[in-house]
């Protein structure tokens, strides 16, 4: 199955109009612990590949990328996401996006209400968040926003993450 996804991720970056090599920044949540009491690594220090079909200013595109990094329990995490996004040019250096992303993060389930961080075990999970896009020349500055959310067992503190780009 991982061997597939390459498969795709390679397959579709030839397809890319532009590729960024991504450095993961900064989380802020909306609590500064979790249910269990543990305090939350704000500083989720990681890397990642990203690619896009952007073209064009003021036309949608999709993007794509899939990072590892340490997570908000300083655990190491995977994720695959997709955005359709809009770009607009602010100078001739500068421009802005904004855009919506849907990831799914290959992680441990400290989610869970009542699960002990040294029980937790590695699981899918998937969501959804707005996001926005700040670019100079070569570089970017990404901002993504997840609210919180529970549903059954699963238990989420909202967050914001900041992540660094460089166009190659």
């Avoid at 999709?62 to 329990?73: A, E, H, Q, R």
């Avoid at 996006?97 to 002990?116: C, E, L």
């Avoid at 968040?129 to 901002?143: C, G, I």
Wanted: proline fraction near 3%; aromatic fraction near 20%; include cysteine.
């Amino acid at each position: 199955m991982k061997y597939l996804i390459i498969l795709i991720v390679l397959y579709i970056s030839c397809l890319a109009d532009e590729h960024r090599l991504l450095i993961t920044g900064f989380t802020k949540h909306e609590t500064e612990s979790s249910n269990s009491g543990q305090k939350f690594n704000e500083c989720n220090y990681g890397g990642g590949y990203e690619y896009t079909t952007f073209k064009n200013y003021d036309e949608w595109y999709f993007g794509s990328n899939i990072t590892v990094l340490k997570d908000s329990y300083d655990e190491v995490q995977y994720t695959l996401s997709a955005s359709p996004n809009i770009r607009f040019q602010l100078s001739r250096t500068s421009a802005f996006s904004i855009g919506a992303v849907v990831f799914a993060m290959w992680k441990k389930d400290n989610y869970k209400t009542n699960v002990p961080p040294e029980e937790a075990k590695y699981a899918l999970l998937f969501g959804a968040a707005p996001m926005a896009s700040l670019y100079y020349k070569s570089l970017s500055v990404n901002f993504a926003y997840v609210p919180s959310f529970s549903f059954k067992n699963i238990d989420t503190v909202g967050f914001g993450i900041l992540y660094f780009g460089w166009v190659f």
